[in-house]
């Protein structure tokens, strides 16, 4: 499953606008990589057993794609390795680090699949390449080209949203189309910017809620690639276009593109999780973290999961962690509400 942190109509209408041929075409060649990746991007995976977190640590390997597509490319940095001066060899590593901690440290997760995976990455992908992705197997990262797009490296937050398709692979691997495939894309963006947050010990009312928000290049108009906190705000640009996710059901799009508005659409549960974390309080990786993870990995949920049944079964996982009355099943309750899901 291959899995993309910017969505095909952000590529598509940039692409569209450019007067430039030359910078059309690299545009459109992008698209062309994304859409040739699009066509396996389903399939099942065997979930190994569970292996005990006691002592686990992360096994990482770096690789240079060589501004090739060919993957992974030559290995620059292994496990224990020192930096090697590389920014997105480094960084790459830095971030792979920092997921698989968070993974142990707050779910007592043992890597990707919970069974030690080994985290592997591949950066220099493609030439001016303006997306990362998740393949089912390892990360990748273009450089951006510079104008529209920085380094994919450079946000935290996009390497825990791609690492997660890989967790989500392994637990509810939730289909990617409709309101299935909306919750796989908000599930990532729930825990990359909880990665974020807990990377740099913010609160749920310090963070900004901002996915991608190192990505955007100087000229850009916006704020991040997408808003949790607020939905349909984080870009209006003559080139980017106008940010098109709805923060309530009463904007739910209705499409046959990006397999059904998939990155679209999350904006609703985005929307959910920002305003369950935010009722509670405190580290939002913390309680409200912990019921959506929980629901994701408790083996319970159905892969066609939509809305309304994701919803219901984080009231139930909440309940069973803090008890029916309880301020953290209100606030989990609430927070569907006012996105306007029936649970």
Known sequence: MRCYIVPPHIMTHLANRQTDTDYRDRLFGSLDIDRANRQGRL???????????????????????????????????????????????????????????????????????????ELISSVHYGRDYDNAFWDGNQMVYGDGDGRLFVEFTKSLDVTGHELTHGVTQYTANLDYQ??????????????????????????????????????????????ALRSMKAPGTAYDDDQLGKDPQPATMDGYVQTSEDNGGVHINSGIPNKAFYLAATGIGGHAWE?????????LTGGKLASTADFSTFAAATIDTARDLYGDSSDEVNAVRGAWDGVGVSA
């Not at 309680?287 to 629901?295: D, E, L």
């Open 178 to 223: 409709g309101q299935s495939g909306a919750l796989n894309e908000s599930v990532s963006d729930v825990f990359g910017v909880l990665i974020k947050q807990y990377h740099l010990n913010q609160t749920a009312d310090e963070a900004d809620w901002l996915v991608g928000a190192d990505l955007l290049g100087p000229n850009v108009q916006g704020v």
């Open 287 to 295: 309680k409200a973290g912990k019921v959506w993870y929980a629901t």
């Open 43 to 117: 399939r099942s995976v065997t979930i190994p057993p569970t292996v005990s977190a006691t002592g686990a640590v992360p096994k990482r390997s770096i690789y240079d794609a060589g501004h090739t597509q060919n993957l992974p490319g030559s290995k620059k940095r292994a496990e224990g390795q020192g930096a090697t001066g590389d920014n997105e060899v480094d960084t790459s590593y830095d971030w792979l680090g920092v997921t698989f901690d968070f993974y142990l440290k707050v779910f007592q997760r043992n890597s990707i699949d919970g069974a030690g995976l």
